[in-house]
């Protein structure tokens, strides 16, 4: 709106748009917008309305108070008081003042309005605190101010107003445009007065329209736990967790929530109603812990309002939203910019990369792509943060605005409790401090002065190492990756790291090996799930604790079998995503919670019950069921139809024959709905009738490992002839150009997905050369491997 001489000292949101940020901050700037511009989208915002920054002046003005506040400042910076007693001396100035008449009266008759709109006598709100130099895209103030909920009645809310103006000196707040650079008193505050939404009888939390580790822009993430927000931004719980597909939202049929994850959300904030507080605290039920908050219709709503706000401002976006137990209805209750990965380029990227193979002695949510070395600096509680050393690792329990003066002078920070969108979290990503936050018991397993290494660099999931480990960091030029004829994709084995890639130039993901998703996210064996008889007492009761949130134990194995392919198939879509069925061995399978009730013992595993032999035998069928269950949601439900399902260690075109009837059976038909099926090639067998084979499939990839052992007779596992396993030896490179050859006279793709060409840029030379149509490589030899394709495809002179 235009704002003239004679301007309100209160403003409706509708009349509100971004372009008043001067006028009223970013936070209710961005809310009036989403009001006029983004309902006609469906996106609810919750009525209410804004005092102005030149009521703030008007404020600051009667009271006399900017000379005063002028002196603590100086004071503050000269040394002459601390951070502490120059914030709380300004407070003290601005609350013993009093609102301007004009200003009061304002409010209260917009207070009435409210009442009237919202059918109440005195209704509850929220009051935010909204400051001018809030919520830019390089700056977002999180948590620097107050929020008062549940406030009701005329004289709370103007108490309410008066301490959102003077929260525009709280330390915090102080210290962070000290940090950035901005004149304490070129800034004003708004406060935003909204009806408050009954999150407290349902629930709430933060969605942010990017992926916030990797600054993956196909998703929207969302944290979310019982009752009042306040608990997930102050990392007091730990949330469940989202993950939805934006890209597939457009298609009104899929469903791509590509992870759920439940977290345990020990406590709630709700309303109080007596003895003058305005919320309290109370434990979740056990039922409450374990179930969702939000329900996969609420959770694919919210993910189209993330489009709809994304699209509308042209940027990433940091939202809240709440849930109204009343009625059922979901609200959004604050917007405002991304400011880690929203502006930044994607011209290059950088790498941690570890020289041991330790073992995490505790991990969490990863925070950041960076890791760090240092000493525990172990602290309970904001009063003893004096006692904080720089270049330390702060452990805690969890951190809130006051931790912010030391938070940038740690190296890096764990705390047991909060999310991806707790305040220990925003604030790291802010200050580039690597962190895991949610670790659960860090302050109990660490010790002060004890040395570790915490590692952000291995996806979602962030890990702490005992001592100082040694690692190297790479970055990665994108613009010095070369254009190359030959499909270039990705080995991807971890879904938890898969959106780390996204700005790599693959062609899709040539291979996803499904029984690392099984060992990462499932961990248990699917016969166990079913056959819950035969698994030990200890075994079973793991089990029911990772189905938690699954009314039926199958269903856990299909989810998260499924939304683990989906993680996988999302950083490269359309390009297809090619998904190895499960190759486990059996001593490998048994190593699965419940596995040894099902597994034999073999002598030689690598050469025993494996790969398409399980998938039609009664001893696994079921299992495998289970399997095909869980890639038709992922192309079927989720929307992933790039897809491409391939079956490993196949050793006759008979036991194909077999295994594609299973599949059929299963619902997973050749051709159907555009399915196509892939052979590993791998064994002898596939090379010599490969004619034979290609009649069956629609596509094959040479497996080279396996390749390698079975054609010179040497076991790759072994370290006696290790020397003796050579992807290069004659036979192996004479039966690789024979499988391109067949392939191609066949009329059907063929690609690699074997270790040799990321260690041999001279066998990547002899692929294109071959003719090759696709090499798929592992991350860390992408950039290497691209150059020496690109040169062996540059015709020599």
Same mark, same amino acid.
């Given at each position: ?30 809310? !009036? ?16 309305? $804004? ?7 008007? =404020? ?11 002196? *603590? ?14 914030? *709380? ?75 959102? =103006? ?17 004149? *304490?008193?070129? +800034? ?32 929207? #993430? ?16 730990? @949330? ?80 809240? /939203? ?68 720089? %270049?330390?690792?702060? +452990? ?22 909060? %999310? ?20 659960? #018991? ?19 999931? !962030?890990?702490?190492?005992? %001592? ?29 790291? $898969?959106?780390? /890639? /996204?700005?790599?130039?693959?062609? !899709? ?40 949130? *699954? ?6 194995? +299909? ?80 929307? =992933? ?55 069956? =499939? ?14 010179? %007779? ?64 592992? @991350? ?18």
């Amino acid at each position: 709106m235009a704002f003239g001489q004679s301007d309100p000292s209160v403003v409706w949101l509708e009349k509100l748009s971004i372009g008043d940020i001067p006028s009223v901050g970013g936070k209710n700037a961005s809310l !009036g917008e989403l009001v006029c511009q983004l309902g006609s989208a469906g996106v609810r915002v919750p009525s209410g309305f $804004a005092t102005t920054a030149s009521a703030f002046r008007d =404020f600051v003005k009667l009271n006399a108070l900017e000379p005063a506040m002028r002196e *603590h400042i100086q004071c503050y910076r000269s040394g002459q008081e601390t951070l502490q007693d120059a914030g *709380h001396a300004i407070r003290e100035l601005m609350l013993a003042s009093r609102l301007p008449d004009d200003l009061a009266d304002q409010i209260r008759s917009a207070y009435g309005l409210l009442a009237q709109r919202t059918q109440s006598r005195d209704p509850a709100v929220a009051v935010r605190s909204s400051a001018t130099a809030e919520d830019l895209p390089d700056a977002s103030f999180a948590g620097q101010h107050e929020t008062f909920l549940n406030i009701r009645g005329e004289a709370a809310l103007i108490d309410a107003c008066l301490r959102c =103006f003077a929260s525009l000196f709280t330390d915090r707040a102080i210290s962070y445009r000290e940090t950035k650079g901005f004149d *304490h008193f070129a +800034v004003a505050l708004s406060v935003g007065v909204q009806q408050m939404v009954r999150s407290d009888l349902a629930g709430s939390g933060v969605m942010f329209t990017i992926d916030t580790e990797s600054g993956f822009p196909g998703v929207a #993430t969302i944290s979310a736990a019982w009752g009042l927000g306040e608990t997930i931004v102050q990392g007091a719980v730990n @949330p469940d967790h989202y993950v939805v597909f934006k890209p597939l939202l457009e298609n009104s049929a899929a469903r791509p929530i590509i992870e759920k994850t439940l977290g345990d959300k020990a406590i709630r904030m709700i309303y109080a109603e007596e003895g003058g507080r305005q919320t309290r605290i109370v434990a979740s039920t056990l039922a409450e812990q374990q179930s969702f908050v939000l329900n996969d219709d609420e959770i694919l709503e919210l993910g189209r309002w993330a489009v709809a706000v994304e699209s509308h401002y042209g940027r990433a976006m940091d939202l809240e /939203w709440a849930k109204d137990g009343s009625n059922g209805l979901l609200y959004l209750v604050q917007a405002r910019p991304e400011t880690i990965h929203g502006g930044l380029g994607q011209a290059s990227f950088r790498r941690y990369i570890f020289k041991s193979d330790a073992q995490p002695i505790l991990s969490g949510v990863s925070i950041g792509s960076a890791a760090a070395s240092g000493q525990v600096c172990l602290i309970h509680n904001a009063s003893d943060i004096a006692h904080f050393q720089d %270049g330390a690792i702060l +452990v805690t329990g969890n951190t809130d605005p006051d931790w912010v003066p030391i938070m940038k002078r740690a190296a890096g920070i764990v705390t047991d409790r909060g %999310g991806s969108t707790s305040h220990a979290a925003i604030v790291s990503r802010e200050l580039g401090v690597p962190a895991v936050v949610g670790t659960g #018991t860090a302050t109990s397993i660490l010790r002060d002065g004890q040395e570790i290494t915490l590692s952000c660099a291995s996806g979602d999931k !962030g890990l702490i190492f005992e %001592g100082l480990l040694d690692f190297t960091v790479e970055d990665i030029d994108l613009s010095a990756i070369p254009e190359t004829r030959t499909e270039v994709m990705l080995n991807i084995a971890d879904p938890a790291a $898969a959106f780390q /890639w /996204w700005r790599l130039p693959a062609k !899709g993901v040539g291979l996803a090996r499904m029984e690392f998703i099984i060992n990462s996210l499932i961990k248990v064996h699917p016969m166990a799930l079913l056959h819950p008889e035969r698994v030990s007492a200890t075994d079973n009761r793991q089990i029911q604790e990772l189905v938690r949130g *699954h009314a039926d134990p199958a269903d856990y194995f +299909v989810d998260m079998l499924a939304r683990g392919i989906g993680r996988l198939a999302a950083p490269f879509f359309p390009h297809p995503a090619i998904v190895r069925l499960s190759d486990f061995k059996t001593n490998e399978y048994a190593h699965l919670i419940g596995g040894d009730a099902f597994e034999p013992h073999e002598e030689n595993a690598m050469l025993g019950f494996r790969g398409a032999s399980r998938y039609y035998d009664e001893r696994y069928r079921e299992g495998f069921a289970l399997e095909c269950r869980a890639l038709r949601k992922v192309r079927e439900e989720m929307g =992933f139809a790039n897809v491409i399902v391939m079956v490993p260690f196949c050793r006759t075109p008979a036991e194909a024959d077999r295994v594609l009837a299973v599949m059929a059976e299963n619902g997973l038909r050749r051709g159907s709905d555009e399915l196509q099926i892939y052979m590993m090639c791998e064994i002898p067998s596939n090379v010599i009738l490969a004619e034979q084979f290609a009649q069956r =499939f629609d596509g094959f990839s040479i497996g080279s490992n396996d390749l390698t052992q079975l054609l010179l %007779g040497v076991d790759r596992d072994s370290e006696l002839l290790a020397a003796m396993f050579d992807e290069r030896d004659p036979a192996v490179m004479h039966a690789i150009a024979e499988a391109i050859r067949k392939a191609h006279t066949a009329g059907i793709k063929i690609g690699i997905c074997g270790q040799a060409p990321s260690n041999y840029p001279e066998f990547a030379e002899f692929l294109v050369r071959e003719g090759i149509d696709s090499i798929s490589l592992n @991350p860390d030899s992408f950039v290497k491997t691209c150059s020496a394709i690109a040169a062996a495809e540059v015709p020599a002179p």
